[in-house]
């Protein structure tokens, strides 16, 4: 067992091993959480740009011809061509570098090893290496930004032919090569990523950690992954089809195209055929960036309305359920393709059976802060927002789901309403709720609680501001992606409203630097935290304040109960830790957690899977 | 960690769920490969399904309308048609004899690395490093095999086959020998371009399952594993060999059976 001994003596590691090349699952997270901060503020100012030109038509921007340069067209507007790249950029920035590796890189890397009792990922290697693909690819798609013939434009869906023929739009050739590239080692990275997570959770559970009592955190890392594993390389096939085709000459996905009237040589392929592919991995994405944000709202919502999470196997069953369901309604994404109506209503069908699991998890959420003694942190309010996001932005998924509806409402506003409150805002909020709430663990220091207070009111606001007007532009049927309302008579009438969305967007933006200020000032100067700031049940606050590399300085803890014991009746507290043995709580414990005690001494025997090989 | 500290370990029965074991008791980097495998899984599948929706919607050949066969880019072409040549039997048709042999080496090759992995059990080194040789010979006799049969796809029949096609609003016609990723001989372009993909991109697969297995062989014979106390290494790199043998099975039934 040579590699064993490698672990025992342990040397003091170079600066370059410990904080960027390591192999900590704990400076992976916050390496992928600057990562993603720095990404969402790249595809938030985007959304600002464009946003701009959609509120105020042709306004003079020769003021950001310094940053945009020849983007900004002679009479000092927009660019039509760039207000596609904005849009197309804005998308996968948000979906893939900041939802998708900036949200579960960062929790599920910071919190599986420490809320399920591990040293460390099982392997740190392959997981370092994940954060390192995550960074080549990021390196790639930010260099397609600042290319002459500018980023990818064809839609963050990049359907082809659009974006098959690089003659098609400028953004079609260089920045379409990148974004392929960038995308096929992403998903490299996720691939490292997702089997770390599964692996991790199926094999390092600490003594006792039996799957009924994990952290729903952990069971919704836990899915996503999975669901990762699976649609994840479906894109990858259709990426290198693709590139194929815009590269070698071959015809997946072209057939009897006409440019400049000049018959292009392609035959036999189906664009079609793409779709599929793409949203076989696109839909189940959805859920790859929501589960993490509801597995963080069911472990902050829990906490501060200091009551068990209700309904925690219904929790776990829907939480499946989803995972489940997202593999087989694709299709409605493909409603107007063209696609046989009988088959639309059986995609119709599964689709709306979605919405029972998810009513399962709003009610949940609803009745577990129901009649709790609620804490207000800004964690709590972020994640109750999230909740009010899910459900609004749910419900128009019931109305956009109906093959027939979709026909006036597909492309249209409505659906850029309904996916940026459902998954957009709501994974947003997901992100931000974690990061108030583990701040302290993070970085031993707490987050100042006014300016969370007045952040998330501004955003909270601001984003119902912006997403519920734009149910209004989408039933009346304005289609996204399109430059310019002014140009249409039947929608001119929305000028106001659109400059309303747009001013909304700027004060929702602008009140997301409170929330920098705060994390980068509190990173250094916060107030010191206490161990277990929100008296919270979860293993990752028995770690010391600054946990070294392996968590735990001594044995790892046992765990005995589920994370979910706040105000039980007849406790002399109002949370028991998983790690407290039910012999210890003789006045609070049922009957059956009693005939529990017999299993104590089992539990405490077994560690034979402590990495670090600790004596017990 | 190891397999071999967790089978020492005092069973726990009906618990070993409970967490503080490996509940499978499969070490993590089995479990890893695994879950690789099937998202690996995933990535042929797409490839399989797109040869599937493009085959089907060309027009199958049919004798009634299309008359005697022959190499035509209206139908799908008949596989044996196409896949009918052997080395050195120049002009002889001999209907999918060679991608037979093919098959059977691959198939033989993971025969033998599960010799290997069993040799790995007892910690008879030098039963692997033989076993290990044999596979790795089959994965470069393969490789040797579908370079040959591509380069033969590539050059194609003495004859060709004459197309017609619209060259500036008139109908021209022109011989073409052989298939590239725009024009094919056999049939419609689509037909190569769905070859050279999918048969390639397992090719990929198989060219580094024989880089693994090189890796393996080099350590094995450097006594690495029987230093470490055993040869799970060679376990996890079985695996994958037999998912890529596996996948061949898939790809030579979609490519040349159906």
């Known amino acids: 067992m040579a590699h064993v001994e490698e672990h025992d003596h342990h040397e003091e590691l170079p600066f370059w091993r410990k904080y960027i090349f390591s192999e900590d699952h704990k400076v992976i997270a916050k390496q992928y959480m600057f990562s993603g901060i720095f990404w969402a503020i790249i595809g938030a100012s985007l959304s600002i740009l464009f946003r701009l030109q959609l509120g105020f038509p042709d306004m003079k921007l020769e003021w950001l011809r310094p940053i945009l340069g020849g983007w900004i067209d002679e009479s000092g507007r927009l660019d039509p061509e760039f207000y596609l790249a904005l849009v197309t950029m804005h998308g996968t920035i948000m979906v893939f570098f900041v939802l998708t590796a900036g949200l579960s890189g960062t ?368 039933i009346a049927g304005f289609p996204r992606r399109y430059y310019s309302f002014t140009t249409y008579e039947a929608f001119r009438t929305f000028g106001d409203l659109n400059m309303f969305v747009s001013l909304a967007a700027i004060m929702t933006f602008s009140a997301q630097f409170l929330f920098l200020w705060n994390f980068f000032y509190s990173i250094f100067k916060g107030k010191k935290a206490p161990l277990n700031p929100w008296k919270s049940n979860t293993l990752e606050w028995t770690t010391p304040l600054h946990p070294g590399h392996g968590n735990w300085p001594g044995e790892i803890p046992p765990v005995y109960r589920w994370a979910y014991d706040y105000s039980k009746p007849g406790a002399n507290d109002d949370f028991i830790p998983q790690n407290v043995p039910y012999s210890q709580t003789p006045e609070s414990n049922l009957p059956h957690e009693n005939a529990l005690i017999a299993l104590e001494k089992e539990i405490e025997a077994q560690n034979y899977n402590d990495q670090f090989k600790q004596p017990h | 960690m190891s397999a071999t500290a967790t089978t020492e370990a005092p069973v726990f029965d009906k618990k070993t769920w409970m967490g503080g074991v490996e509940p499978m008791k499969v070490s993590y980097g089995k479990l890893m490969m695994w879950f690789f495998l099937i998202s690996d899984t995933f990535t042929f599948s797409a490839l399989l399904v797109t040869y599937g929706l493009i085959r089907f919607s060309f027009q199958a050949y049919d004798p009634a309308i299309h008359g005697e066969f022959h190499f035509s880019n209206l139908y799908w072409p008949i596989p044996e048609r196409v896949y009918e040549a052997v080395p050195f039997l120049h002009g002889i048709q001999l209907p999918l004899v060679f991608v037979g042999i093919m098959t059977f080496i691959l198939i033989f090759s993971s025969v033998t690395m599960v010799l290997a992995v069993e040799a790995g059990h007892r910690m008879d080194k030098a039963a692997v490093e033989k076993y290990m040789l044999w596979t790795i010979l089959g994965g470069l006799t393969f490789l040797g095999s579908q370079a040959w049969e591509w380069t033969h796809f590539i050059h194609g029949t003495d004859e060709g086959s004459v197309i017609r096609e619209i060259v500036n609003g008139q109908w021209v016609e022109r011989t073409i020998f052989g298939a590239n990723l725009t024009e094919n001989q056999y049939g419609p372009p689509a037909f190569a371009d769905l070859f050279f993909f999918i048969t390639g991109f397992h090719g990929t697969h198989v060219l580094s399952g024989v880089v693994l297995n090189i890796l393996i062989f080099y350590r094995t014979s450097f006594g690495l594993y029987q230093r470490r106390g055993h040869y799970e290494m060679v376990e996890k790199v079985g695996l994958y060999w037999h998912f890529v043998d596996l996948v061949w099975v898939f790809v030579f039934t979609f490519f040349y059976l159906v």
């Open chain 1, 107 to 474: 929790f599920s890397n910071f919190l599986i090893p420490l809320q399920v009792g591990a040293r460390d990922m099982a392997s740190g290697f392959l997981n370092m290496l994940s954060y390192w693909f995550f960074f080549v690819s990021s390196l790639l798609m930010f260099f397609s930004l600042f290319i002459e013939t500018g980023p990818a434009s064809g839609g963050w869906v990049i359907y082809p032919p659009l974006s098959a023929l690089p003659q098609a739009m400028s953004g079609s050739g260089l920045g379409m090569t990148l974004w392929l590239l960038s995308m096929a080692i992403f998903i490299v990275s996720q691939l490292l990523g997702g089997i770390n997570y599964i692996t991790t959770v199926i094999n390092l559970r600490t003594r006792g950690m039996s799957f009924s009592k994990l952290p729903l955190t952990i069971w919704a890392f836990l899915l996503t992954a999975i669901l990762g594993l699976i649609s994840f390389p479906v894109l990858l096939s259709a990426a290198l089809l693709l590139i194929f085709d815009r590269s070698m000459g071959t015809s997946f996905y072209l057939s009897e195209i006409y440019i400049g009237g000049e018959a292009l040589p392609n035959v036999g392929g189906s664009p079609i055929l793409f779709q599929h592919l793409f949203w076989f991995l696109g839909h189940p994405e959805v859920y790859i960036v929501l589960l993490p944000a509801l597995g963080i709202t069911s472990e902050i919502i829990a906490t501060n309305s200091r009551k068990p999470i209700f309904g925690y196997r219904a929790m776990i069953a829907s939480m499946i359920g989803i995972a489940f369901l997202a593999f087989i309604v694709w299709a409605h994404h493909m409603f107007v393709t063209g696609m046989n109506p009988f088959l639309g209503s059986i995609f119709m069908f599964l689709t709306l059976i979605i919405a029972v699991p998810s009513a399962v998890k709003a009610f949940n959420y609803i009745t577990t802060l129901w009649r709790g003694n609620i804490v207000f942190t800004p964690a709590m309010l972020f994640s109750i927002g999230l909740v009010s996001f899910f459900i609004s932005g749910g419900l128009t998924g019931i109305i956009l789901g109906n093959s027939a509806l979709d026909i006036q409402l597909h492309d249209t506003y409505f659906v850029v309403a309904h996916f940026h409150l459902v998954m957009g805002a709501a994974s947003a909020f997901g992100f931000l709720a974690g990061v108030y709430h583990w701040f302290p663990k993070f970085f031993g220091r707490m987050m100042n609680k006014t300016l969370g207070y007045i952040h998330f009111w501004f955003t909270f606001v601001g984003i119902y501001l912006v997403f519920f007007p734009m149910h209004y532009i989408g």
